[in-house]
């Protein structure tokens, strides 16, 4: 495929149909861009190349997807639109019929995810957040070793909590847990076809390279976070003196334990608790939470 590029995989497509805007779709044509995608992994030293299995998030046109072959990687692709599956099966038919490209219909929130080292892919906007938590919460995600996803510029932020205190909050918090955020190159609108309202900006997720506590419950760390930025410009200890919604549904937790655990929890907590949420760390949340987990009821 050497006589294609980005530019003619997306007219191709739209030559065929249009932009469905109800699916977010903005085809990303600039080269530099989908050069930065690959160099990102290749920056935390989980480069692609022949023994790489690579997911791309609906692959549409067919552009990122040309870039990513061109490492040598096999290539799986979640396509959830009828027309892009079949633009796909048309133009990279040797690399389909080698085993190098292998396609999945379906939406990428519900199908069943295949075995893969790395995921890279330009997602639609509105699936963002729900793709990050199927991501943390994937059976196999043990063996990603680099997540390159290319975002809304404002989502990338929260994420990486690299915008000062008003990015940090539920989604960068529960996402440290398990992965290590570096925000890459931007990406400006008129790199899409059509171009979006917004800026959009690369990032790279690896995994978390220092060891969590054995015994940190996540189900409650996530909760603790969420019920605490509710309200975020008001104290930690103020949050914490209310009961969180659904604080039953986490095993062994009920009101009064809640109640009992925060009483005891704030006399003796090294923890600012007396500061906005957003300007505790990642490890005060984590400590936060296992200091509350570790009270027993008499």
Same mark, same amino acid.
């Given at each position: 495929?050497?006589? $294609?590029?980005?530019?003619? *995989?997306?007219?191709?497509?739209?030559?065929?149909?249009?932009?469905?805007?109800?699916?977010?779709?903005?085809?990303?044509?600039?080269?530099?861009? *989908?050069?930065?995608?690959?160099?990102?992994?290749?920056?935390?030293?989980? !480069?692609? #190349?022949?023994?790489?299995? @690579?997911?791309? &998030?609906?692959?549409?046109?067919?552009?990122?997807?040309?870039?990513?072959?061109?490492?040598?990687?096999? $290539? &799986?692709?979640?396509?959830?639109?009828?027309?892009?599956?079949?633009?796909?099966?048309?133009?990279?038919?040797?690399?389909?019929?080698?085993?190098?490209?292998?396609?999945?219909?379906?939406?990428?929130?519900?199908?069943?995810?295949?075995?893969?080292?790395?995921? $890279?892919?330009?997602?639609?906007?509105?699936?963002?957040? !729900?793709?990050?938590?199927?991501?943390?919460? =994937?059976?196999?995600?043990?063996?990603?070793?680099? /997540? $390159?996803?290319?975002? %809304? =510029?404002?989502?990338? +932020?929260?994420?990486?909590?690299? #915008?000062?205190?008003?990015?940090?909050?539920?989604?960068?918090?529960?996402?440290?847990?398990?992965?290590? @955020?570096?925000? #890459?190159?931007?990406?400006?609108? +008129?790199?899409?076809?059509?171009?979006?309202?917004?800026?959009?900006?690369?990032?790279?997720?690896?995994?978390?390279?220092?060891?969590? !506590?054995?015994?940190?419950?996540?189900?409650?760390?996530? *909760?603790? /976070?969420? +019920?605490?930025?509710? %309200?975020?410009?008001?104290?930690?200890?103020?949050?914490?003196?209310?009961?969180?919604?659904?604080?039953?549904?986490?095993?062994?937790?009920?009101?009064?334990?809640?109640?009992?655990?925060?009483?005891?929890?704030?006399?003796?907590?090294?923890?600012?608790?007396?500061?906005?949420?957003?300007?505790?760390?990642?490890?005060?949340?984590?400590?936060?939470?296992?200091?509350?987990?570790?009270?027993?009821?008499?």
């Amino acid at each position: 495929m050497d006589d $294609v590029d980005a530019r003619l *995989l997306i007219d191709l497509l739209l030559d065929r149909r249009r932009v469905d805007r109800d699916l977010g779709q903005h085809y990303l044509h600039d080269e530099t861009a *989908l050069y930065s995608a690959i160099e990102m992994c290749a920056e935390v030293n989980q !480069p692609l #190349g022949p023994d790489s299995r @690579v997911l791309e &998030i609906g692959p549409g046109p067919g552009s990122l997807t040309l870039h990513l072959l061109s490492t040598g990687a096999t $290539v &799986i692709g979640i396509e959830i639109e009828e027309e892009a599956i079949n633009h796909l099966n048309r133009n990279f038919t040797q690399e389909i019929e080698s085993g190098r490209l292998e396609l999945i219909e379906g939406d990428a929130l519900n199908v069943k995810w295949p075995d893969v080292t790395h995921i $890279v892919a330009n997602i639609p906007y509105q699936i963002s957040s !729900p793709l990050i938590d199927r991501i943390r919460n =994937q059976p196999g995600a043990s063996s990603v070793t680099c /997540v $390159v996803l290319l975002l %809304q =510029q404002e989502f990338a +932020h929260r994420l990486g909590m690299h #915008g000062g205190p008003d990015s940090v909050g539920p989604l960068g918090l529960n996402t440290a847990l398990d992965w290590e @955020v570096n925000l #890459g190159p931007v990406v400006p609108p +008129h790199c899409f076809v059509p171009s979006p309202r917004v800026h959009s900006q690369l990032a790279c997720l690896v995994p978390r390279k220092e060891a969590l !506590p054995a015994n940190l419950n996540h189900r409650l760390h996530r *909760l603790i /976070v969420k +019920h605490v930025f509710a %309200q975020r410009r008001r104290k930690v200890r103020s949050m914490l003196r209310s009961n969180p919604k659904r604080i039953s549904r986490i095993p062994g937790w009920y009101r009064e334990r809640w109640s009992n655990a925060i009483d005891s929890v704030l006399e003796t907590t090294e923890i600012d608790v007396d500061s906005r949420p957003d300007l505790l760390s990642p490890e005060d949340w984590i400590h936060l939470t296992m200091e509350i987990e570790a009270f027993e009821p008499d």
